[in-house]
């Protein structure tokens, strides 16, 4: 079992950065990747990026790409989003998810636990 707990969002107008942290505990050697979902009122859960655990390979949907890095820190079994140029449509709420083995990591299919999300508003 795995838990997550996400930290990071807040209110920030169109152009500012936020920093999203998600910290992981329990059976956290059993990490393939940890990815970020966001959630958008009225629309479906939608995929962010994703890193692998051990190589640190990331994967970025088309509408984050440029402006959002993913990372991780092993040692403090913590994987990070780094979200910058913020736009209105990035208001949601985002989720951190862990994966434990090899999967289709763009899709929610492909995780086992996920946190109780945070939410992200940006202002016009």
């Known amino acids: 079992q795995v838990q997550l707990v996400e930290s990071g969002g807040g209110l920030v107008q169109a152009g500012d950065s936020l920093r999203l942290s998600c910290a992981a505990s329990?059976?956290?050697?059993?990490?393939?990747?940890m990815g970020w979902f966001r959630q958008a009122p009225g629309k479906e859960r939608e995929f962010v990026a994703a890193i692998t655990w051990g190589g640190g390979s990331a994967f970025y949907a088309d509408t984050v790409k440029g402006r959002f890095t993913i990372s991780r820190d092993n040692a403090k079994n913590t994987v990070y989003l780094q979200m910058n140029s913020l736009k209105p449509e990035d208001t949601a709420v985002y989720y951190c998810?862990?994966?434990?083995?090899?999967?289709?990591?763009?899709?929610?299919?492909?995780?086992?636990?996920w946190g109780q999300g945070t939410q992200v508003t940006v202002s016009s």
């Open positions: 998810a862990f994966a434990s083995k090899y999967g289709f990591l763009i899709a929610a299919v492909g995780y086992d636990s």
């Open positions: 329990g059976a956290t050697f059993r990490c393939y990747a």
